[in-house]
């Protein structure tokens, strides 16, 4: 990317920095989601990308099983209605969730972290959902408001790629209190970051930081790591948009292996992501 391009890019972003009170403020008529009187759910956070592909929902299962490490109570919300991939990640491929009282049970891991997914009401986990924007709105506030999440304290919420209908839904109804974006090592990666960074200033949402995904990938032989996608320029990135640097993730055969397997919750290795946890955790300060 060329300076001419990135100077470009921190242009649009101071403007649209600019132009978010207005949008708040044309924004004020949107309804806010209302939890229901047997959950209380003392954190909202948005795991957004620019663009599909860049491992969204990985991260945001690590975050969420680094955090129930930690002795917090977590629950996940796949906002990704057409594309979700949490509860095979979690082993809940066969589960289907139940209704009681008009209320909806979510699935509930091994562990005890409770998630609610379109996969979880499907027949089956291959159907595809070919449903229009505002049937998708209305999948997720059911999904936020009937499902009886108990007590929790961070729910996590995997977001659509991109910038569309569920993703603006989420940022005007939901109470959400910060995103973790999450981004890959190639050349176009501040434009596609700055996407995320400027809708989250539009809608006066603070960004918590971002996480590169596969980063490199470090010789299993030799040791040496290799920038497989080209030299990172998160840094580089953070220092463009004033956001937080959270973390850098390998290509890691293995995350691959535990997410097929469903047995993230048990398989993951410990300590990822430390800097993005404890960002988070400094919601409660």
């Avoid at 391009?5 to 209302?34: L, M, T, V, Y």
């Avoid at 509930?108 to 996969?119: A, E, K, L, P, V």
């Avoid at 948009?241 to 469903?262: K, S, V, Y």
């Avoid at 992501?273 to 400094?282: N, R, S």
Wanted: net charge negative; with cysteine; charged share 20%.
């Amino acid at each position: 990317m060329t300076p001419e391009e990135e100077e470009a890019i921190r242009r649009e972003f101071e403007a649209s920095r600019k132009s978010g009170h207005q949008s708040q403020q044309q924004n004020h008529g949107i309804s806010q989601f209302q939890t229901n009187e047997f959950s209380n759910i003392k954190h909202v956070i948005g795991v957004v990308s620019g663009k599909g592909g860049v491992g969204k929902s990985l991260v945001t299962a690590i975050l969420a099983v680094e955090l129930q490490r930690a002795g917090h109570a977590v629950a996940i919300l796949d906002g990704d209605i057409t594309g979700p991939s949490i509860p095979k990640m979690f082993g809940l491929s066969d589960y289907r969730a139940r209704a009681m009282n008009e209320l909806i049970l979510p699935a509930q891991t091994d562990g005890g972290m409770r998630i609610m997914s379109t996969n979880l009401v499907l027949e089956n986990e291959t159907d595809p959902v070919v449903w229009r924007g505002p049937v998708l709105g209305n999948a997720l506030q059911q999904f936020y408001e009937q499902t009886l999440w108990g007590n929790i304290d961070y729910l996590l919420v995997d977001m659509p790629p991109g910038t569309g209908d569920v993703a603006l839904t989420v940022f005007q109804s939901l109470p959400i209190e910060g995103v973790v974006i999450v981004s890959s090592p190639q050349d176009l990666v501040q434009m596609v970051v700055g996407k995320a960074v400027n809708m989250a200033s539009m809608m006066d949402i603070p960004v918590v930081g971002l996480v590169e995904n596969m980063a490199y990938f470090e010789c299993p032989d030799c040791g040496k790591r290799h920038e497989i996608f080209g030299p990172s320029r998160a840094a580089a990135t953070c220092e463009t948009f004033g956001i937080n640097m959270l973390g850098q993730l390998p290509i890691n055969p293995a995350f691959a292996t535990t997410c097929d397997r469903g047995i993230i919750e048990e398989g993951l290795p410990e300590g990822l992501l430390p800097d993005a946890v404890a960002a988070i955790e400094k919601l409660d300060a």
